[in-house]
């Protein structure tokens, strides 16, 4: 079955102050796996295809064409984030941010809560 993702690739990566924590969030679609590296374990699940299609619906949702390239609030500590989405024709589409985020931000921090849901998941 293709695969309805917009994109092939999509990786997620944060830091927050002050404590310096970090998580990255990998999502292939060839493979249709989930990665998530924190600074303790990475994390790899491989979804079944109802978890897909789940997946799916959470990536629509976030709209990341209508992302700009850059989000800043001019905050002394807090959270900095980037993303790079990666096409199947090889363009790239990168966005960043301090403090700062999209409007659909809370839709994304609804994909995030999903993946780490999965990696819990028993099949």
């Known amino acids: 079955m293709k695969t309805e993702m ?15 924590a970090t998580e990255k969030l ?21 979804c079944t295809e109802s978890d897909w299609l789940k997946l799916e619906k959470y990536v629509a949702a976030c709209k990341f064409s209508a992302w700009e390239k850059e989000y800043f609030e001019p905050v002394l500590d807090g959270t900095t984030w980037d993303i790079e989405i990666v096409n199947a024709d090889g363009n790239t589409m990168e966005s960043h941010g301090c403090n700062g985020y999209p409007v659909e931000w809370k839709q994304f921090l609804a994909l ?12």
Request: glycine share 0%; with cysteine; hydrophobic share 30%.
């Open 26 to 46: 990998k999502i292939d679609t060839a493979n249709r796996k989930i990665v998530i590296d924190t600074k303790d374990e990475r994390m790899i699940r491989k």
């Open 112 to 123: 995030k809560r999903f993946c780490h849901r999965l990696m819990k998941k028993d099949d």
């Open 6 to 20: 917009p994109f092939a690739s999509l990786t997620y990566s944060e830091r927050n102050w002050p404590e310096l």
